[in-house]
Nanobody, 129 residues
Framework: QVQLVESGGGLVQAGGSLRPSCAASGRIDSKNTMGWFRQVPGTEREFVAAISWSGGTTYYADSVKGRFTISRDNAKNTVYLQMNSLKPEDTALYYC??????????????????????WGQGTQVTVSS
């Protein structure tokens, strides 16, 4: 089992930055691809970013590419999402997710909700205009 706890969300003005983090505990190993997703009430959960165990492979949704950066510190079992140049449309509940398998070889697999087995409770990000 893997437990994920997000923190670091908040309220920020457009153009500002936030850095949510996701602390993982339990059975983390080299297979685990980690991802961030987001969801607005009444809409489907959508992919934001994913990272391989080594950190050498990352994927981003087109809507955040160039503004968000995903990273991980395996010594701390923590994944980060640096969010810059935030826009009001980035407002959402942001979820951290862990996959039991390594999906870093494929954007399609790494970005698919069903690839992930464990989910955190989410951290709210609100961007005001």
């Amino acid at each position: 089992q893997v437990q994920l706890v997000e923190s670091g969300g908040g309220l920020v003005q457009a153009g500002g930055s936030l850095r949510p983090s996701c602390a993982a505990s339990g059975r983390i190993d080299s297979k685990n691809t980690m991802g961030w997703f987001r969801q607005v009430p009444g809409t489907e959960r959508e992919f934001v970013a994913a990272i391989s165990w080594s950190g050498g492979t990352t994927y981003y949704a087109d809507s955040v590419k160039g503004r968000f950066t995903i990273s991980r510190d395996n010594a701390k079992n923590t994944v980060y999402l640096q969010m810059n140049s935030l826009k009001p449309e980035d407002t959402a509940l942001y979820y951290c997710a862990a996959a039991r398998r390594d999906y870093s070889w494929s954007y399609f697999s790494a970005s698919r909700i069903t690839s992930y087995d464990y989910w955190g409770q989410g951290t709210q990000v609100t961007v005001s205009s």
